[in-house]
């Protein structure tokens, strides 16, 4: 029988599992492993801590910290008493949690140390502006993940010690809360990205997540002894729901100690599958052809013989044609040559990889696959409890985002957009009818935003964002995403935003990779000028016309990129130019830069 709600999922896989080893996390300077059983414990005690705090069911808990462990405990012991989790980004700034926590009407949140509970104090204690008008939030409660000092609040550490003391009092409640828990229950308001406005609280319900699962699960990805890695923010929809998928398949989980150690962490992790957002792939990709350029005449020999065996390969695969004698010796032969060493990178146990978040560079897709690496491109959104497709191990197009889950239905519209129904679709919005109405159609059907085509095999190519698609004073439709991601394999480039509409042509933004910058200036022989001069810097304008005119090669003439003009720092969430999730906030970058943008357009520029 199907599981009625994500503790009770949870609880039967512990008791099911309890010797084996749950995850492993670095604590005290080493690396613990923690058992089922042990971590069911400290579920209850965290639970059983929240019953102290008198938390009722439909009550908000908000979480504020990066992944970790603690983060996946916190939030089954919100669900297990029946309350509901509002995850918030930690990048997100004071008067952004403050928003979370006004709209979700939460009353207690965890924080992961001081910085976080800063925030948290000077929204609770100030209020935060929101169209010039000052709100206040209600939180009666902050319990601080690290530290012995929460500033006047719980640390988690207590709250475990309070629900220790506890539990046995508090068992049977437990029990009920968990027990009433139907799948049609709320379990989390997560915020979308918010790149048009304040941030959405999608409501998902435990049903949506199970639906999500149970669908995934009927693919044979993983079981128990199979190890995942979990570095990208449990804020996501789409690592959380990984981790819930984790939960059911029964696998252990390797917590990173930190994004800025993934690398090193991999080498201890050595997961059989893995998360991952397409700019993880974009930038190993461009590591593996700068090792090409810098290796020496024989070794580049050597790796330009292997990629060229790998092309070969991809072709094979992906025409479904059984690799000749020959190819499989020299598959062999580059594999111990080439292709182990870049396995190595990623623990060497890689079964495949999954991609979600943003659209993957088909090119990106080919290279890892004629590797050896498989990565899994799927697609969804929040309001779809992510997921609606994804592509099989044993099913799968390389350019696309695979077939429809078991329990989703989808349609294109007459416009192009995708349309999906199924039952791990969310309720809608909080507090925000209007926009739940333009979502959700009288019908039922939910309007992604997203323009596709369904193939006569059943996958989805996804063409770009329905609101992001732009139209050329010319009349002909670009889509930005798609020139964005063929730049981003260019060896230099970092990042990149074009721009277009009811222009007369297309220009971009360029963002450069600065550790390659710095080695193609030692190849060189020039010195690296400052930041602020790689603008107006010769040279390394010429560098970025000729990676611009090698992609203006593979598009039509009206999507080339006629001008461009280069920027000294990276966009990210803390310029406000990228979502916490890294998406481009389009109408923010065009407005910071219209007069660069605008610059472009003029005959002066030409």
């Known amino acids: 029988m199907p599981f009625q709600n994500l503790p009770e999922m949870f609880f039967a896989q512990a008791n099911q599992l309890a010797p084996q080893v749950r995850y492993r996390a670095f604590r005290d300077g080493r690396w613990v492993d923690v058992s089922w059983d042990d971590c069911a414990q400290r579920v209850r ?50 008067d952004e949690c403050g928003y979370i926590l006004w709209n979700s009407e939460a009353t207690i949140v965890a924080v992961e140390n001081d910085k976080q509970r800063q925030k948290i104090e000077a929204v609770r204690d100030h209020g935060f502006e929101l169209d010039g008008v000052t709100h206040r939030i209600s939180i009666r409660e902050i319990i601080q993940i690290d530290g012995s000092d929460a500033g006047g609040g719980l640390t988690l550490a207590q709250l475990a010690a309070r629900g220790r003391s506890a539990l046995a009092e508090h068992s049977a409640e437990l029990e009920r809360r968990t027990a009433a828990i139907s799948r049609d229950a709320l379990a989390t308001f997560v915020y979308t990205s918010g790149t048009t406005g304040p941030p959405k609280g999608v409501m998902q319900t435990h049903g949506n997540h199970l639906a999500s699962v149970e669908a995934i699960a009927g693919f044979g990805l993983a079981g128990p002894g199979d190890v995942d890695f979990a570095f990208l923010p449990l804020a996501h929809s789409f690592q959380r729901l990984v981790e819930y998928y984790a939960l059911y398949a029964g696998t252990t989980t390797i917590f990173a100690r930190s994004i800025d150690t993934v690398i090193d962490d991999l080498k201890e992790a050595r997961p059989h599958f893995m998360p991952a957002v397409p700019r993880i792939f974009e930038k190993m990709y461009t590591r593996i052809q700068s090792a090409r350029s810098d290796a020496s005449g024989l070794k580049r020999q050597i790796m330009d013989w292997s990629f060229g065996v790998g092309e070969r390969i991809n072709h094979q695969k992906v025409n479904r044609q059984p690799l000749s004698p020959w190819l499989t010796v020299q598959q062999t032969v580059a594999h111990r040559l080439v292709f182990a060493q870049i396995r190595e990178l990623l623990g060497g146990r890689i079964k495949f990889l999954i991609s979600g978040g943003a659209p993957l560079s088909r090119d990106i897709a080919e290279f890892f696959h004629g590797i050896g690496i498989l990565i899994l491109e799927g697609y969804g959104l929040t309001e779809t409890t992510p997921v609606l497709t994804c592509n ?20 294109i519209a007459e416009d192009g957009e995708i349309l999906a129904k199924g039952p791990n679709i969310a309720l809608g919005y909080h507090k925000r009818e209007d926009a739940t109405r333009e979502s959700w159609d009288s019908d039922g059907w939910f309007h992604t935003g997203d323009i596709g085509e369904i193939d006569s095999e059943g996958f989805l190519r996804i063409t770009d964002r329905k609101k992001d698609l732009m139209k050329t004073s010319g009349g002909k439709y670009v889509a930005p995403q798609t020139i964005e991601n063929m730049l981003k394999t260019q060896p230099h480039i970092s990042q990149a935003v074009v721009i277009g509409d009811n222009r007369k042509y297309c220009v ?6 600065a550790e390659e910058l710095e080695k193609w200036a030692k190849t060189e022989n020039v ?7 790689w603008t107006g810097d010769e040279r390394i304008n010429a560098l970025m016309k000729h990676e611009v005119e090698a992609v203006n090669q593979h598009l039509a003439s009206y999507e080339q990129v006629k001008y461009f003009r280069i920027l000294p720092n990276d966009f990210s969430p803390e310029t406000g130019e990228l979502t916490p999730s890294l998406k481009v906030k389009r109408k923010v970058i065009t407005q910071r830069y219209g007069p660069l943008i605008d610059e472009m357009y003029t005959s002066a520029s030409r």
């Open 392 to 411: 099989r191990p044993d099913q799968y197009k390389l350019g696309s985002v695979g077939q429809a889950l078991p329990c989703v239905t989808l349609r």
């Open 508 to 513: 971009a933004l360029l963002t450069l990779d």
């Open 527 to 533: 010195s690296l000028p400052t930041r602020e001069q």
């Open 45 to 94: 005690e965290l639970a059983a801590g929240l019953l102290t705090l008198a938390v009722e069911p439909g009550d908000r808990v908000a979480i504020l910290s990066t992944t970790r462990a603690e983060w996946v405990e916190i939030d089954l012991a919100i669900l297990a008493v029946g309350a509901i989790t509002i995850p918030i980004y930690p990048s997100n700034l004071a």
